[in-house]
């Protein structure tokens, strides 16, 4: 059965940082890539950032280019999301999603997802 | 970037009946590369429909994905009680994806 499991959201000032981890299990986790995508209170789904299996090709949304970064363990199964400088728009529930295949961009399985709440 | 446009934004129909949900994308999707997905209150969405009109894994028939180019419909045959829910299309393929807004289906 796969099975993400987000962690690591929290409430946060405007300017801080924050790293999500979620971890994968029930496939092969180097065969897929994986994302990330968030969900602000009582809104719609935005895309944030991509990995591939091999973890060799990455990409980003506009909105949170050069202040985000995504990686993975491929040995500990785990996927991140490094957070700085956040915004108050960041404001969200951050879930991890994996492809259907590798960077289709396709998501057949989602996390329970995380809170992140940027706030003074 | 491709804008997906979702119809309407609600939908009160009773269990039972027929539901159409529209998405309408900016530009032609040249690859049919549009899925849909459910989520409901609390939850992560689920993968319902891919490449317009294939259905995910364990999904059930009563749903069915059509369209082409710029114009895509979800169809919900006869809405069981827990179909009540909030509707995504999504336009994938490239990192270029979007979502529509949404289509809530409530009870009426």
């Known amino acids: 059965e796969v099975q993400l499991v987000e962690s690591g959201g929290a409430m946060v000032q405007p300017g801080g940082s924050l790293r999500l981890s979620c971890a994968a299990s029930g496939f092969s986790f180097t065969s897929y890539a994986m994302s990330w995508v968030r969900q602000a209170p009582g809104k719609g789904l935005e895309w944030v950032s991509a990995i591939s299996g091999s973890g060799r090709s990455t990409d980003y949304a506009a909105s949170v280019k050069g202040r985000f970064t995504i990686s993975r363990d491929n040995s500990k199964s785990t996927l991140y999301l490094q957070m700085n400088s956040l915004r108050a728009e960041d404001t969200a529930v951050y879930y991890c999603a994996k492809d259907l295949f590798d960077w289709y961009f396709l998501f057949d399985y989602w996390g329970q997802g995380t809170l992140v709440s940027v706030s003074s | 970037e491709i804008v997906l446009t979702q119809s309407p934004g609600t939908l009160s129909l009773s269990p039972g009946e027929r539901a159409t949900l529209s998405c309408r994308a900016s530009?032609?999707?040249?690859?049919?590369?549009l899925a849909w997905y459910q989520q409901k209150p609390g939850q992560a969405p689920r993968l319902l429909i891919y490449s317009a009109s294939s259905r995910a894994t364990g999904i059930p028939d009563r749903f069915s994905g059509s369209g082409s180019g710029t114009d895509f419909t979800l169809t919900i045959s006869r809405l069981e009680p827990e179909d009540f829910a909030v509707y995504y299309c999504?336009?994938?393929?490239?990192?270029?994806?979007?979502f529509g807004g949404g289509t809530k289906v409530e009870i009426k």
């Open positions: 530009q032609t999707l040249t690859t049919t590369y």
């Open positions: 999504q336009q994938y393929g490239s990192s270029r994806l979007t």
